[in-house]
Protein backbone atom coordinates (compact mmCIF):
# COMPACT_ATOMS: atom_id res chain seq x y z
CA UNK A 1 0.00 0.00 0.00
CA UNK A 2 1.45 3.08 -0.79
CA UNK A 3 0.12 5.78 2.36
CA UNK A 4 0.36 9.08 0.26
CA UNK A 5 0.31 7.97 -3.22
CA UNK A 6 0.17 11.41 -4.86
CA UNK A 7 3.64 12.74 -3.20
CA UNK A 8 5.12 8.86 -3.22
CA UNK A 9 4.55 8.27 -7.06
CA UNK A 10 5.30 12.41 -8.22
CA UNK A 11 6.44 12.39 -11.89
CA UNK A 12 10.29 13.06 -11.97
CA UNK A 13 10.17 16.39 -13.35
CA UNK A 14 7.28 17.51 -10.97
CA UNK A 15 9.43 16.29 -8.08
CA UNK A 16 12.57 18.02 -8.89
CA UNK A 17 10.25 21.22 -9.30
CA UNK A 18 8.88 20.67 -6.01
CA UNK A 19 12.42 19.98 -4.75
CA UNK A 20 14.24 23.23 -6.03
CA UNK A 21 11.24 25.40 -4.38
CA UNK A 22 12.20 24.07 -1.48
CA UNK A 23 15.52 23.93 -1.43
CA UNK A 24 15.54 27.57 -2.52
CA UNK A 25 12.81 28.47 0.72
CA UNK A 26 15.42 26.44 3.09
CA UNK A 27 18.28 28.35 1.89
CA UNK A 28 16.90 31.41 2.69
CA UNK A 29 15.79 30.42 5.62
CA UNK A 30 18.59 29.68 6.95
CA UNK A 31 20.49 32.18 5.76
CA UNK A 32 17.96 34.68 7.37
CA UNK A 33 17.71 32.83 10.95
CA UNK A 34 20.94 30.69 11.23
CA UNK A 35 24.31 32.65 12.09
CA UNK A 36 26.29 29.61 11.41
CA UNK A 37 24.51 29.43 7.98
CA UNK A 38 24.90 33.25 7.49
CA UNK A 39 28.79 32.98 8.21
CA UNK A 40 29.35 29.77 6.10
CA UNK A 41 27.44 31.45 2.87
CA UNK A 42 28.80 34.69 3.19
CA UNK A 43 32.46 32.89 3.70
CA UNK A 44 31.72 31.21 0.08
CA UNK A 45 30.21 34.72 -1.26
CA UNK A 46 27.14 32.76 -1.79
CA UNK A 47 23.55 34.20 -1.61
CA UNK A 48 20.94 31.93 -1.59
CA UNK A 49 19.24 33.62 -4.61
CA UNK A 50 21.84 32.27 -6.48
CA UNK A 51 20.31 29.05 -5.85
CA UNK A 52 18.74 28.20 -9.44
CA UNK A 53 18.81 24.79 -9.94
CA UNK A 54 19.71 21.49 -8.12
CA UNK A 55 22.71 21.21 -9.59
CA UNK A 56 23.67 24.31 -7.08
CA UNK A 57 23.24 22.17 -4.72
CA UNK A 58 27.03 21.44 -4.73
CA UNK A 59 27.63 24.75 -3.98
CA UNK A 60 26.27 24.63 -0.30
CA UNK A 61 28.49 24.38 2.97
CA UNK A 62 28.65 20.64 4.63
CA UNK A 63 27.20 20.36 7.64
CA UNK A 64 29.21 17.79 10.24
CA UNK A 65 27.55 16.59 13.43
CA UNK A 66 30.37 18.52 15.11
CA UNK A 67 29.05 21.90 13.94
CA UNK A 68 25.29 20.50 15.58
CA UNK A 69 27.64 19.59 19.06
CA UNK A 70 29.65 22.91 19.44
CA UNK A 71 26.09 24.68 18.85
CA UNK A 72 24.97 22.87 21.60
CA UNK A 73 22.13 23.00 22.50
CA UNK A 74 20.21 25.40 20.62
CA UNK A 75 22.60 27.24 18.20
CA UNK A 76 21.52 25.54 14.65
CA UNK A 77 17.55 25.74 15.59
CA UNK A 78 16.23 28.76 13.00
CA UNK A 79 12.71 28.93 14.72
CA UNK A 80 12.56 30.77 18.29
CA UNK A 81 12.01 28.09 21.34
CA UNK A 82 8.86 29.04 21.89
CA UNK A 83 7.83 27.47 18.48
CA UNK A 84 9.43 24.17 19.66
CA UNK A 85 6.98 21.30 20.90
CA UNK A 86 9.55 18.38 21.18
CA UNK A 87 13.28 17.79 21.63
CA UNK A 88 15.39 14.58 20.87
CA UNK A 89 19.44 14.10 21.54
CA UNK A 90 21.35 11.55 19.64
CA UNK A 91 22.98 8.71 21.33
CA UNK A 92 26.28 9.93 22.26
CA UNK A 93 29.09 7.81 23.99
CA UNK A 94 31.48 10.38 23.71
CA UNK A 95 31.08 14.20 24.63
CA UNK A 96 28.27 15.96 23.97
CA UNK A 97 25.35 15.09 22.62
CA UNK A 98 23.42 17.09 19.16
CA UNK A 99 19.77 17.75 20.65
CA UNK A 100 17.52 18.12 18.18
CA UNK A 101 14.10 19.95 17.99
CA UNK A 102 10.64 19.94 16.30
CA UNK A 103 7.89 22.83 15.54
CA UNK A 104 4.39 21.55 15.34
CA UNK A 105 4.45 20.74 11.33
CA UNK A 106 7.91 18.80 11.90
CA UNK A 107 6.41 16.42 14.17
CA UNK A 108 3.34 16.24 12.03
CA UNK A 109 5.33 15.51 8.46
CA UNK A 110 7.44 12.81 10.73
CA UNK A 111 4.41 11.15 11.71
CA UNK A 112 3.78 11.00 7.83
CA UNK A 113 6.93 9.81 6.91
CA UNK A 114 6.47 7.03 9.35
CA UNK A 115 3.15 6.33 8.12
CA UNK A 116 4.40 5.93 4.33
CA UNK A 117 7.69 3.78 5.89
CA UNK A 118 4.66 1.52 8.09
CA UNK A 119 2.62 1.06 4.55
CA UNK A 120 5.99 0.27 2.60
CA UNK A 121 6.51 -2.50 4.90
CA UNK A 122 2.55 -3.88 4.37
CA UNK A 123 1.11 -2.48 7.40
CA UNK A 124 -1.99 -0.90 7.38
CA UNK A 125 -5.17 -0.12 10.23
CA UNK A 126 -5.80 -3.56 10.43
CA UNK A 127 -2.34 -4.00 12.24
CA UNK A 128 -1.52 -4.11 15.96
CA UNK A 129 1.81 -3.00 16.07
CA UNK A 130 4.19 -3.75 18.69
CA UNK A 131 6.76 -0.38 19.02
CA UNK A 132 9.79 -2.45 21.28
CA UNK A 133 12.30 0.93 20.14
CA UNK A 134 12.99 2.96 23.06
CA UNK A 135 10.90 5.99 24.09
CA UNK A 136 12.53 8.91 25.45
CA UNK A 137 15.43 10.92 23.41
CA UNK A 138 16.07 7.70 21.41
CA UNK A 139 14.07 9.07 18.13
CA UNK A 140 12.96 5.50 17.61
CA UNK A 141 10.14 5.10 19.95
CA UNK A 142 8.22 7.98 19.69
CA UNK A 143 9.06 8.03 15.72
CA UNK A 144 7.30 4.26 15.06
CA UNK A 145 4.67 5.41 17.35
CA UNK A 146 3.38 8.39 15.96
CA UNK A 147 3.28 6.45 12.66
CA UNK A 148 1.90 3.51 13.83
CA UNK A 149 -1.27 5.82 15.31
CA UNK A 150 -1.02 7.80 11.80
CA UNK A 151 -2.07 4.85 9.63
CA UNK A 152 -5.18 3.93 12.06
CA UNK A 153 -3.02 0.76 13.43
CA UNK A 154 -3.44 -0.28 17.09
CA UNK A 155 -0.25 0.52 18.83
CA UNK A 156 1.43 -1.13 22.04
CA UNK A 157 4.13 1.69 22.75
CA UNK A 158 6.26 -1.38 24.89
CA UNK A 159 9.40 0.43 24.44
CA UNK A 160 12.57 -1.74 25.31
CA UNK A 161 13.23 -4.09 28.02
CA UNK A 162 11.06 -6.34 30.02
CA UNK A 163 12.24 -9.20 27.16
CA UNK A 164 9.86 -11.76 28.68
CA UNK A 165 7.22 -9.88 29.39
CA UNK A 166 7.41 -8.22 26.08
CA UNK A 167 6.86 -11.77 24.64
CA UNK A 168 3.70 -12.62 26.57
CA UNK A 169 2.19 -9.05 25.47
CA UNK A 170 2.94 -9.84 22.01
CA UNK A 171 1.45 -13.51 22.21
CA UNK A 172 -1.96 -12.15 24.20
CA UNK A 173 -2.51 -8.71 22.51
CA UNK A 174 -2.10 -10.50 18.82
CA UNK A 175 1.30 -8.14 17.31
CA UNK A 176 1.34 -8.30 13.79
CA UNK A 177 4.08 -5.94 13.21
CA UNK A 178 7.06 -5.54 15.01
CA UNK A 179 9.15 -2.42 15.46
CA UNK A 180 12.94 -2.53 16.76
CA UNK A 181 16.49 -3.18 15.84
CA UNK A 182 17.27 -6.25 14.11
CA UNK A 183 19.59 -7.36 17.00
CA UNK A 184 16.54 -7.46 19.65
CA UNK A 185 14.21 -9.23 17.03
CA UNK A 186 16.50 -11.87 17.82
CA UNK A 187 16.72 -11.46 21.33
CA UNK A 188 13.01 -11.48 21.65
CA UNK A 189 12.84 -14.63 19.55
CA UNK A 190 15.12 -16.61 21.91
CA UNK A 191 13.24 -15.53 24.97
CA UNK A 192 10.17 -16.55 23.31
CA UNK A 193 11.76 -19.88 22.69
CA UNK A 194 12.74 -19.94 26.50
CA UNK A 195 8.77 -19.47 27.21
CA UNK A 196 8.38 -22.14 24.38
CA UNK A 197 6.80 -19.95 21.84
CA UNK A 198 7.77 -20.43 18.50
CA UNK A 199 7.02 -17.14 16.61
CA UNK A 200 6.79 -19.36 13.06
CA UNK A 201 3.96 -21.17 15.31
CA UNK A 202 1.37 -18.67 13.60
CA UNK A 203 -1.86 -20.07 15.66
CA UNK A 204 -0.30 -18.44 18.84
CA UNK A 205 1.78 -15.99 17.35
CA UNK A 206 0.61 -14.06 14.76
CA UNK A 207 3.65 -11.63 13.84
CA UNK A 208 4.15 -11.49 10.32
CA UNK A 209 6.42 -8.29 9.28
CA UNK A 210 9.09 -6.71 11.14
CA UNK A 211 10.37 -2.82 10.37
CA UNK A 212 13.76 -2.99 12.23
CA UNK A 213 16.73 -0.59 11.81
CA UNK A 214 18.88 1.94 13.90
CA UNK A 215 21.79 -0.25 13.36
CA UNK A 216 23.62 -2.05 10.19
CA UNK A 217 22.43 -5.32 9.72
CA UNK A 218 23.13 -7.64 6.32
CA UNK A 219 21.47 -9.01 4.09
CA UNK A 220 22.06 -12.90 5.11
CA UNK A 221 21.10 -11.43 8.59
CA UNK A 222 17.50 -10.73 7.53
CA UNK A 223 17.35 -14.41 5.82
CA UNK A 224 17.93 -15.51 9.19
CA UNK A 225 15.40 -13.59 10.91
CA UNK A 226 13.03 -14.59 8.56
CA UNK A 227 13.90 -18.27 8.51
CA UNK A 228 13.99 -18.18 12.05
CA UNK A 229 10.74 -16.28 12.97
CA UNK A 230 8.58 -16.74 9.98
CA UNK A 231 8.25 -13.13 9.19
CA UNK A 232 9.41 -10.63 6.04
CA UNK A 233 12.14 -8.39 7.88
CA UNK A 234 11.64 -4.69 6.28
CA UNK A 235 15.20 -2.62 6.55
CA UNK A 236 14.11 1.30 7.82
CA UNK A 237 16.59 4.01 7.90
CA UNK A 238 17.08 7.04 9.66
CA UNK A 239 19.02 9.47 11.87
CA UNK A 240 18.18 11.69 14.97
CA UNK A 241 19.91 15.01 12.84
CA UNK A 242 17.62 14.53 9.70
CA UNK A 243 14.17 13.46 12.02
CA UNK A 244 14.51 10.07 13.14
CA UNK A 245 12.93 6.54 11.85
CA UNK A 246 11.37 7.08 8.03
CA UNK A 247 13.68 8.85 6.34
CA UNK A 248 14.07 5.91 4.00
CA UNK A 249 12.14 2.79 3.66
CA UNK A 250 12.50 -0.68 1.93
CA UNK A 251 8.95 -1.93 0.23
CA UNK A 252 7.47 -5.33 0.28
CA UNK A 253 7.12 -4.94 -3.68
CA UNK A 254 10.87 -5.40 -4.24
CA UNK A 255 12.78 -5.49 -1.04
CA UNK A 256 15.95 -4.35 -2.81
CA UNK A 257 17.28 -1.16 -0.88
CA UNK A 258 14.93 2.23 0.31
CA UNK A 259 13.25 4.78 -1.34
CA UNK A 260 14.27 8.25 0.06
CA UNK A 261 11.83 10.54 0.83
CA UNK A 262 12.52 13.09 -1.66
CA UNK A 263 9.49 15.44 -1.40
CA UNK A 264 11.83 16.37 1.99
CA UNK A 265 14.86 14.79 1.73
CA UNK A 266 17.50 15.48 -1.02
CA UNK A 267 20.00 12.86 -1.03
CA UNK A 268 23.66 12.84 -2.58
CA UNK A 269 26.66 10.25 -2.05
CA UNK A 270 29.94 11.89 -1.70
CA UNK A 271 33.42 10.85 -1.71
CA UNK A 272 34.00 10.80 2.31
CA UNK A 273 37.71 11.88 1.83
CA UNK A 274 37.37 14.43 -1.23
CA UNK A 275 33.61 15.59 -0.71
CA UNK A 276 33.30 15.45 -4.23
CA UNK A 277 30.00 13.74 -5.61
CA UNK A 278 29.74 10.58 -7.07
CA UNK A 279 27.74 9.32 -9.60
CA UNK A 280 24.86 6.67 -9.24
CA UNK A 281 25.96 3.70 -8.50
CA UNK A 282 28.91 4.54 -6.64
CA UNK A 283 29.57 3.41 -2.71
CA UNK A 284 30.19 6.37 -0.95
CA UNK A 285 28.84 8.40 2.36
CA UNK A 286 25.13 9.86 2.54
CA UNK A 287 24.52 13.48 2.40
CA UNK A 288 21.19 14.58 3.24
CA UNK A 289 19.75 18.51 3.09
CA UNK A 290 16.30 18.32 4.69
CA UNK A 291 14.14 20.19 2.56
CA UNK A 292 10.84 20.76 4.84
CA UNK A 293 12.33 21.13 8.53
CA UNK A 294 11.37 24.32 10.16
CA UNK A 295 13.27 23.73 13.71
CA UNK A 296 16.61 22.66 12.59
CA UNK A 297 17.02 22.41 9.10
CA UNK A 298 20.49 21.07 7.92
CA UNK A 299 21.95 21.85 4.77
CA UNK A 300 24.07 18.65 3.49
CA UNK A 301 24.11 17.20 6.62
CA UNK A 302 27.40 13.90 6.63
CA UNK A 303 25.58 11.03 7.58
CA UNK A 304 28.85 9.04 7.79
CA UNK A 305 26.80 6.32 6.37
CA UNK A 306 27.87 4.60 3.51
CA UNK A 307 25.94 3.11 0.62
CA UNK A 308 24.67 4.08 -2.69
CA UNK A 309 22.06 5.90 -4.79
CA UNK A 310 20.19 3.92 -7.35
CA UNK A 311 17.77 5.89 -9.94
CA UNK A 312 16.04 2.57 -11.37
CA UNK A 313 12.55 2.77 -11.23
CA UNK A 314 10.84 0.64 -8.72
CA UNK A 315 8.47 -1.85 -9.66
CA UNK A 316 6.27 -0.82 -6.77
CA UNK A 317 5.32 2.79 -8.62
CA UNK A 318 7.03 5.30 -6.24
CA UNK A 319 9.06 7.43 -7.90
CA UNK A 320 11.47 8.01 -5.19
CA UNK A 321 15.01 6.96 -5.42
CA UNK A 322 16.45 3.95 -3.54
CA UNK A 323 19.85 3.90 -1.32
CA UNK A 324 21.40 0.42 -0.61
CA UNK A 325 21.36 -1.37 2.17
CA UNK A 326 23.80 0.76 4.59
CA UNK A 327 26.81 -1.30 5.32
CA UNK A 328 27.83 0.62 8.20
CA UNK A 329 29.31 4.10 9.16
CA UNK A 330 32.58 4.94 7.41
CA UNK A 331 33.36 5.79 11.51
CA UNK A 332 32.75 2.45 12.31
CA UNK A 333 34.94 0.81 9.39
CA UNK A 334 37.48 -1.50 10.78
CA UNK A 335 41.10 -1.12 9.34
CA UNK A 336 42.73 -4.71 9.86
CA UNK A 337 46.28 -4.46 9.13
CA UNK A 338 45.68 -1.89 6.10
CA UNK A 339 42.54 -3.85 4.64
CA UNK A 340 39.12 -1.89 5.09
CA UNK A 341 36.30 -3.83 6.54
CA UNK A 342 33.04 -3.15 7.81
CA UNK A 343 31.74 -5.32 10.92
CA UNK A 344 28.41 -6.00 9.06
CA UNK A 345 30.54 -7.95 6.24
CA UNK A 346 31.88 -10.39 8.84
CA UNK A 347 28.27 -10.65 10.29
CA UNK A 348 27.70 -11.91 6.35
CA UNK A 349 29.93 -14.90 6.96
CA UNK A 350 28.95 -15.65 10.06
CA UNK A 351 25.31 -15.81 9.90
CA UNK A 352 25.64 -18.40 6.70
CA UNK A 353 27.33 -20.89 8.47
CA UNK A 354 25.08 -23.90 9.82
CA UNK A 355 25.67 -24.08 13.27
CA UNK A 356 26.31 -20.76 14.70
CA UNK A 357 24.23 -18.15 16.94
CA UNK A 358 23.58 -14.93 14.91
CA UNK A 359 25.14 -13.10 18.13
CA UNK A 360 28.99 -12.16 17.68
CA UNK A 361 31.59 -9.54 19.08
CA UNK A 362 34.78 -8.43 16.85
CA UNK A 363 37.32 -7.43 19.28
CA UNK A 364 40.21 -5.65 17.81
CA UNK A 365 43.61 -5.10 19.40
CA UNK A 366 47.08 -4.12 18.77
CA UNK A 367 49.56 -6.64 19.91
CA UNK A 368 53.06 -6.29 18.91
CA UNK A 369 52.59 -3.29 16.74
CA UNK A 370 50.22 -5.23 14.67
CA UNK A 371 46.27 -5.38 14.38
CA UNK A 372 44.67 -8.47 15.95
CA UNK A 373 40.68 -9.50 15.12
CA UNK A 374 39.16 -12.05 17.39
CA UNK A 375 35.46 -13.05 16.42
CA UNK A 376 33.80 -14.76 19.27
CA UNK A 377 30.16 -16.46 17.78
CA UNK A 378 27.79 -18.53 19.69
CA UNK A 379 27.46 -21.78 18.97
CA UNK A 380 23.42 -22.25 17.88
CA UNK A 381 21.44 -24.45 20.75
CA UNK A 382 20.86 -27.19 18.64
CA UNK A 383 24.64 -27.46 18.34
CA UNK A 384 25.30 -31.40 19.12
CA UNK A 385 26.60 -31.46 22.57
CA UNK A 386 29.73 -33.57 23.38
CA UNK A 387 33.00 -35.28 22.50
CA UNK A 388 32.80 -32.68 19.24
CA UNK A 389 36.57 -31.38 19.45
CA UNK A 390 37.20 -32.34 15.86
CA UNK A 391 34.12 -31.20 14.89
CA UNK A 392 34.72 -27.68 16.43
CA UNK A 393 38.48 -27.47 15.45
CA UNK A 394 37.41 -27.89 11.93
CA UNK A 395 35.00 -25.25 11.87
CA UNK A 396 36.61 -22.61 13.38
CA UNK A 397 39.43 -23.01 10.58
CA UNK A 398 36.51 -23.35 7.77
CA UNK A 399 35.60 -19.74 9.05
CA UNK A 400 39.01 -18.58 9.48
CA UNK A 401 39.42 -19.38 6.01
CA UNK A 402 35.96 -17.96 4.76
CA UNK A 403 36.85 -14.58 6.70
CA UNK A 404 40.20 -14.69 4.72
CA UNK A 405 38.72 -15.31 1.54
CA UNK A 406 36.01 -12.94 1.76
CA UNK A 407 37.50 -9.94 3.02
CA UNK A 408 41.27 -10.79 3.00
CA UNK A 409 42.44 -10.54 6.01
CA UNK A 410 42.83 -12.84 8.83
CA UNK A 411 40.85 -13.37 12.09
CA UNK A 412 41.01 -15.43 15.51
CA UNK A 413 37.54 -17.72 15.76
CA UNK A 414 36.61 -18.19 18.79
CA UNK A 415 32.90 -20.75 19.19
CA UNK A 416 31.44 -19.55 22.70
CA UNK A 417 29.03 -21.50 24.48
CA UNK A 418 25.18 -20.38 23.40
CA UNK A 419 24.19 -17.26 25.21
CA UNK A 420 26.96 -15.77 26.71
CA UNK A 421 27.55 -12.92 24.74
CA UNK A 422 25.71 -9.40 26.10
CA UNK A 423 22.32 -8.86 24.27
CA UNK A 424 21.60 -5.33 23.47
CA UNK A 425 17.75 -4.05 23.98
CA UNK A 426 18.57 -1.52 21.23
CA UNK A 427 21.73 -0.95 19.22
CA UNK A 428 23.95 -4.03 19.83
CA UNK A 429 27.87 -3.09 20.05
CA UNK A 430 29.45 -5.64 17.93
CA UNK A 431 32.53 -4.32 18.14
CA UNK A 432 35.23 -3.54 20.85
CA UNK A 433 38.30 -1.53 19.39
CA UNK A 434 41.05 -1.63 22.19
CA UNK A 435 43.30 0.10 20.04
CA UNK A 436 42.96 3.30 20.63
CA UNK A 437 45.16 4.21 23.61
CA UNK A 438 47.55 2.33 21.68
CA UNK A 439 48.26 4.44 18.23
O1 LIG B 1 18.75 5.20 14.95
C1 LIG B 1 16.86 6.45 14.17
C2 LIG B 1 16.16 5.19 13.86
C3 LIG B 1 15.35 4.61 14.81
C4 LIG B 1 16.29 4.59 12.61
C5 LIG B 1 14.65 3.46 14.53
C6 LIG B 1 15.62 3.42 12.31
C7 LIG B 1 14.81 2.85 13.27
P1 LIG B 1 20.27 7.66 15.73
O2 LIG B 1 20.26 7.09 17.08
O3 LIG B 1 20.56 9.10 15.55
O4 LIG B 1 18.85 7.48 15.05
O5 LIG B 1 21.27 6.81 14.85
C8 LIG B 1 21.39 7.04 13.48
O6 LIG B 1 21.94 4.71 13.04
O7 LIG B 1 23.34 7.31 11.06
C9 LIG B 1 23.05 4.88 10.99
O8 LIG B 1 24.44 4.82 11.24
C10 LIG B 1 22.32 3.94 11.91
N1 LIG B 1 21.14 3.38 11.26
C11 LIG B 1 19.87 3.77 11.37
N2 LIG B 1 19.07 2.98 10.61
C12 LIG B 1 19.88 2.08 9.99
C13 LIG B 1 19.68 1.01 9.06
C14 LIG B 1 18.24 6.28 14.76
N3 LIG B 1 18.47 0.64 8.63
C15 LIG B 1 22.38 6.06 12.89
N4 LIG B 1 20.78 0.34 8.62
C16 LIG B 1 22.51 6.24 11.39
C17 LIG B 1 22.02 0.67 9.05
C18 LIG B 1 21.21 2.34 10.39
N5 LIG B 1 22.26 1.65 9.93
Known sequence: MIFDLENETLPRDELE?????????????????????????????????????????????????????????????????DNVVRLHASSGTTGRVSVVGYTRRDIDNWADLMARSLAAAGASRQDLIHVAYGYGLFTGGLGAHYGAERIGATVVPSSSGATRRQVQFMRDFGATVLCCTPSYALHLHEAALEEGLDF???????????????????????????????????NV?????????????????????????????????????TGRVLPYGE???????TLTKEAVPLVRYRTRDITRLDPTPCRCGR???????????????????????????????????EGLSPNYQITVDRVDNLDQMVVAVELADNFPAGGEVRHLQQMTRQLGHRIKEFLGITAEIRLVEPRVLARSEGKAQRVIDKRGDKM
Open 17 to 81: ALQLRRLQDLCCRVYANVPFYAQKFDELGLKPDQIRSLKDLERLPFTEKQHLRDHYPYGLFAVPR
Open 283 to 289: EGELVLT
Open 200 to 234: RDKSVMSLKTGVFGAEPWSEEMRRTIESRMGINAM
Open 237 to 273: YGLSEIMGPGVAMECVDSKCGLHVFEDHFLPEIIDPA
Open 319 to 353: THRRIGRLTGRSDDMLIIRGVNVYPSQIEAVLVET
